[in-house]
């Protein structure tokens, strides 16, 4: 089945509200949907990076 990307982005959009305010980093955990993890990055305007990455202590600028 394909991903339909702009509902996920939609959603994501209208959700945000939800998460905490004092988020630093969202990390995304491969195979578990990076796309998901991008578009809240993305969206809330917080830095992102993978968890290989976070545990070497990077981040994506």
């Known amino acids: 089945m394909p991903i339909d990307f ?3 982005n939609e959603t994501t959009v209208r959700k945000l509200h ?3 305010g004092d988020i630093d980093l969202v ?3 491969p195979r578990s949907c990076i ?3 991008a578009m809240v990055s993305l969206t809330a305007n917080i830095p992102m ?3 290989d990455s976070f ?3 990077r981040i994506y600028t």
């Open 35 to 37: 796309l998901a993890d």
């Open 55 to 57: 545990l070497a202590g």
């Open 18 to 20: 939800r998460l905490p």
């Open 6 to 8: 702009s509902a996920m």
């Open 27 to 29: 990390v995304g955990v």
């Open 49 to 51: 990076t993978d968890l």
